[in-house]
């Protein structure tokens, strides 16, 4: 069984959008903490953006330099899914997005991925130019 299950992701033209969403258990999802990865091949994991907060109504967000102002991390923690709203996408973004939740004791790094031991099962997503 996957902890963190993901769904969205697809192919999609240059400046076109997508939404990922991503739902754990209440065992998996961190409500004080999730993030957003993406790999290419041959390429280490890379941090897209991360929401942390005190779990209630305050949240943060810190997103990497790359898709900041494009991107968007959203939480519904009573439904324990985070979501990736990405627009104005670029071929640059193909990749394969993880959700992520952090290890114990662990704290809410964008740039830090071995800090984070849960993960989604990955969602392709593809930009063409």
């Known amino acids: 069984q996957v902890p963190l299950v993901q769904s969205g992701g697809g192919s999609v033209q240059a400046g076109g959008s997508l939404t990922l969403s991503c739902v754990g258990t209440?065992?998996?999802?961190?409500?004080?903490?999730m993030g957003w990865f993406r790999q290419t091949p041959g390429k280490e994991r890379e941090g897209v953006g991360v929401i942390y907060g005190d779990g209630r109504r305050e949240t943060w967000t810190d997103y990497s330099d790359s898709v900041k102002g494009r991107f968007n991390i959203s939480q519904d923690n009573a439904k324990n899914t985070v979501y990736l709203q990405m627009n104005s996408l670029k071929p640059d973004d193909t990749a394969i997005y993880y959700c992520?939740?952090?290890?114990?004791?662990?704290?809410?790094?964008?740039?830090?991925?071995?800090?984070?031991?849960?993960w989604g099962q990955g969602t392709q997503v593809t930009v063409s130019s």
């Open positions: 209440d065992f998996t999802y961190k409500k004080t903490c």
């Open positions: 992520a939740a952090p290890k114990e004791g662990e704290l809410c790094r964008l740039h830090k991925a071995k800090g984070f031991g849960t």
